[in-house]
């Protein structure tokens, strides 16, 4: 359990408004059994805590490289009809968007961890698949996949703002007012962002970049802590102006 500390000038420390707590995951990336036990972790301390409102924000990469991305979408489904939830678009929900555009992409998905979405559907593709091999596979995932993750791919948000707090998937273009941000940034950006120590506006908590353990710095909070390869799945609870990674 991390405790993050933030500056201690009260008039620079980002903050909710009274009675919101937001709870904040990032890259789950097909780890469905983390994601549950992250659950357990929300419900004991709504219940311990009992805040005017909690909010449950997500920050996108639910799908690739680990190995239940199907179930994973099925939890996040029936977690949203019973809770408020925010679910935001990652760079591998804008991959699969464009497999599905493009199935000549299909070997470029592969090498991010598609494959590991495709066998999560029941689906079993070939080491190296043909062109024509490649449309079907793409046109055999479509099918396997149930109408409700469709439309749940379909309608995740770029971005949330809660406070003095903006929550995104990849990170921001420093010196780019935060509503003239650009798709390709929020999904994608990282050396510009993550070497910057400006402030873009807006305290920005972000996952896209594995870190060892959730960074908490004065202008920006990373809480991808890469739970496909090392089983950590970092969850962040904010209240105030105090935020506690667990």
């Not at 010196?175 to 962002?193: K, M, T, V």
């Amino acid at each position: 359990m991390q405790i993050a500390q933030l500056p201690p000038k009260s008039s620079t420390r980002p903050r909710l408004p009274d009675g919101i707590r937001i709870y904040a995951i990032s890259d789950i990336h097909g780890c469905a059994r983390l994601l549950e036990q992250m659950f357990r972790v929300i419900d004991a301390d709504v219940a311990h805590s009992r805040p005017h409102r909690a909010i449950e924000v997500y920050l996108g990469d639910y799908i690739d490289r680990g190995p239940d991305s199907a179930l994973t979408l099925d939890l996040l489904i029936d977690r949203s009809r019973r809770g408020n939830t925010v679910f935001l678009k990652g760079n591998h929900e804008a991959f699969l968007a464009e497999v599905f555009r493009d199935p000549s992409r299909l070997a470029d998905w592969f090498q991010v961890g598609g494959r590991q979405t495709l066998m999560s559907y029941g689906l079993t593709p070939p080491p190296d698949p043909r062109d024509e091999e490649q449309l079907a596979l793409v046109r055999e995932l479509f099918a396997a996949m149930p109408p409700q993750h469709r439309e749940f791919l379909k309608r995740l948000r770029l971005s949330f703002t809660c406070g003095d707090f903006f929550f995104v998937h990849a990170g921001v273009r420093p010196g780019i007012p935060l509503s003239q941000q650009q798709e390709a940034d929020l999904l994608w950006i990282r050396d510009e962002f993550l070497q910057s120590k400006k402030h873009f506006g807006k305290y920005i908590i972000h996952g896209h970049t594995p870190v060892r353990s959730a960074e908490i710095l004065t202008n920006r909070a990373n809480i991808d802590t890469g739970a496909y390869a090392t089983g950590n799945l970092t969850l962040l609870s904010i209240q105030g102006s105090s935020l506690l990674a667990v």
